[in-house]
């Protein structure tokens, strides 16, 4: 983080999809970590370069529920893909996007405006969403360049005691 950072900055570089050329699986597992795993493929047809990946995870969560054995435990897939083309030397296009879906258990303890005034639930919090982004980025000169790009993300969050549907969308224009 620089001087300039406020409430903390995260700034995520993503490789360009003419860097993740061919195949990449990575496997594993365990006694906690039952499952996991990540399967990547790129490739290029002339000036656009795609990637495209799965991961998924199973996890155990030790559990001390005497009723129901696995509730805690944690399941995750999520699929994406990324698209390069550098149209000509001044101007690049990205797309990329992913979907994802989860399940966790949980043991959660909430209030009730009524008789019993809380309630301890054992139950599966179940979270999925996807997303897209597009960017067009032009030089214009040595010193200068300027980028347009455009997010939307979709997520469902659903708990034992809230849920939350939200649809987030960006533009951004950005230039130097």
Same mark, same amino acid.
Request: aromatic share 12%.
């Given at each position: 983080?620089g001087?300039?950072?406020v409430n903390?900055? #995260?700034n #995520? ?8 050329h061919?195949a990449?699986?990575s496997v594993? &597992?365990?006694n906690v970590?039952?499952?996991? &795993?990540t399967?990547?493929? &790129?490739g290029?047809? &002339? ?7 799965t991961? +998924?995870? /199973?996890?155990?969560?030790? /559990?001390?529920?005497?009723t129901i054995?696995?509730?805690?435990? +944690?399941r995750?897939a ?5 698209a390069? +083309? ?6 690049t ?6 979907i994802?879906?989860e #399940? /966790? ?11 019993? /005034? ?6 599966? =919090?179940?979270f999925? =969403?996807?997303n897209?982004?597009a960017?067009w980025?032009?030089?214009v000169n040595?010193k200068?360049?300027?980028q347009?790009?455009?997010?939307y993300?979709?997520?469902r ?5 809230f =849920?939350?549907?939200r649809?987030t969308?960006?533009?951004d224009?950005l230039?130097?």
């Amino acid at each position: 983080m620089g001087a300039n950072a406020v409430n903390g900055v #995260i700034n #995520i570089i993503t490789k360009n999809a003419k860097d993740t050329h061919g195949a990449m699986l990575s496997v594993g &597992g365990g006694n906690v970590d039952q499952g996991t &795993g990540t399967f990547r493929y &790129g490739g290029s047809n &002339g000036r656009v370069s795609t990637t495209v990946f799965t991961a +998924w995870a /199973s996890r155990a969560v030790p /559990s001390f529920m005497r009723t129901i054995e696995t509730f805690d435990d +944690w399941r995750m897939a999520q699929a994406g893909f990324r698209a390069d +083309w550098d149209k000509n030397s001044r101007d690049t296009l990205t797309l990329q996007g992913d979907i994802y879906h989860e #399940i /966790s258990g949980e043991t959660t303890t909430f209030a009730l405006y009524s008789p019993p /005034s809380q309630v301890v639930a054992d139950a599966n =919090g179940k979270f999925s =969403g996807g997303n897209v982004m597009a960017r067009w980025k032009r030089t214009v000169n040595e010193k200068s360049d300027f980028q347009i790009q455009a997010y939307y993300d979709y997520t469902r969050h659903f708990e034992p005691e809230f =849920g939350e549907t939200r649809k987030t969308f960006d533009v951004d224009f950005l230039t130097t």
